[in-house]
């Protein structure tokens, strides 16, 4: 069974500071992707990290796929109050038809 | 920005009667999924389909659970005789292909079993 921790569970910092939430594995996922969920909505699909090592960049948050695809880090630069919100990682196996969700990071920017 | 819808929001049910939860999935989306969260746990995998059949499913889609394409748009979940345990929200999700390709959610179906 593959398994997904999310640390940490919840981060609360101030506008401006700079924050990461780490998604870890022992498996190997083909893919990982990350969402952000608001309260009574369902999971909106940020980014898809697919190579090793992978780096991607939407505008102040940056996503990255560890080189042995087990690891993502989702890094925020200079946080504001609209990016306020749980975020999800998600990885896709071998066979892609199915996803393993970490358990989410709540976090909250305070103006 | 085309998107998976799901209904109803919320469905409210007596223990043992049979409900069904509706989606349309992205249009020309081949893969479609669901999924469940209880509240304050994980989101899990119950069941994946592709070419009208069954392609994947969890521990947790037992015979009670079946899924269905009726028709060119909608996809949905059966639960044949509800539990208390099957109390949750359920999402719909949809992809072009598998594997690389992103999962697109709906907002979800409240189901409370009373």
């Known amino acids: 069974t593959q398994l997904l921790e999310q640390s940490p569970q919840f981060l609360s910092i101030q506008e401006g500071e700079n924050l990461t939430v780490y998604c870890n594995s022992s498996s190997v996922f083909s893919s990982l992707q990350w969402y952000r969920q608001e309260p009574g909505e369902g999971p909106v699909l940020l980014v898809t990290v697919v190579t090793g090592g992978e780096v991607k960049k939407l505008k102040r948050l940056t996503f990255q796929f560890g080189d042995a695809r087990k690891d993502s880090s989702l890094h925020i630069t200079a946080a504001q109050p609209g990016d306020t919100g749980l975020y999800l990682c998600?990885?896709?196996?071998?066979?892609?038809?199915?996803?393993?969700f970490g358990g989410g990071t709540r976090v909250l920017v305070k103006p | 920005e085309p998107e998976v819808t799901q209904t109803p929001s919320h469905q409210v049910t007596q223990m043992g009667q049979e409900v069904i939860l509706r989606c349309v999935p992205i249009?020309?989306?081949?893969?479609f999924y669901w999924y469940r969260q209880i509240l304050g746990q994980k989101v899990e995998f119950l069941v994946s389909f592709y070419n009208n059949e069954i392609s994947e499913k969890s521990e947790i889609f037992d015979d009670q659970f079946s899924v269905e394409r009726p028709d060119g748009s909608n996809f949905t979940l059966k639960i044949r005789s509800t539990k208390l345990e099957d109390s949750a929200m359920y999402f719909c999700?949809?992809?072009?292909?598998?594997?690389?390709?992103?999962?697109?959610f709906g907002d979800g179906t409240r189901l409370s079993i009373l």
């Open positions: 998600a990885g896709a196996g071998a066979a892609g038809n199915k996803l393993t």
């Open positions: 249009s020309n989306h081949l893969y």
């Open positions: 999700a949809s992809s072009i292909f598998r594997g690389h390709q992103p999962q697109h």
